[in-house]
């Protein structure tokens, strides 16, 4: 088998001067594929985009980890709290990877006790 995918950037897909042409150069059994992982999550992130309900809680979501992450001293304090019983540390929300919003939801689900306990407010 013999493929290249690349998102939709001309530098990366040009039939003529992209990335596509120089790897056919070397081998033109090498068939380009558009890459649509790319454009399912742009097509993710505006249907999102489209529930403020949805919109609000990854607000949510995001500013808990920044407010963490913000502060050495808050960072350390949680970290104390989650190492010794093996809880997965918050995670940042991305704007590209669409699995990155169920490692952070995953992470936030499983230490939300502990933080609420913790009494940080």
Known sequence: C?????????NMSGKYNGMQAWIRKS????????????SLN?????????????????????SIFTFFSASTHRWNLLMSGFTPLGIPTLKRLSGTRWSAHHDAIDALR????????????
């Not at 013999?2 to 001309?10: F, I, V």
């Not at 499983?110 to 407010?121: A, D, L, Q, T, Y």
């Open 42 to 62: 742009l097509i993710g992130q505006n249907e999102v985009d489209s529930c403020p309900v949805a919109v609000s809680f990854f607000q949510f979501v995001q």
């Open 110 to 121: 499983k230490s939300f006790k502990i933080i609420v306990k913790m009494n940080f407010c």
């Open 2 to 10: 013999r493929g290249q995918s690349y998102d939709n950037a001309s």
């Open 27 to 38: 081998n033109n059994l090498a068939e380009y594929i558009p890459y649509c992982g790319h």
